[in-house]
């Protein structure tokens, strides 16, 4: 396992997601609202290299954010 300890990979947390014309993505600015098609209890997804591969919660304590592993998920999707 020590071969692969300095190994680096890219965590990414899906909160949701929404489909948008580029002529949409083109008129927004700053403060822009995006809905999501998720609720606040919806659980996210963590991708590694863009591959799900577990979900869980996000959690708010302070000014700080986390993600709380909640499930791992198959090969398979």
Known sequence: MTALAGVQVQLSVVLGSTQLTIRQVLKMG?????????GCDDPSELHVNGVAVA???VQ??????TFELGEMLSRNG
């Open 30 to 38: 700053r403060g822009t609202m995006i809905p999501l098609d998720c």
């Open 55 to 57: 979900r869980g919660r």
């Open 60 to 65: 708010v304590k302070g000014d700080r954010m």
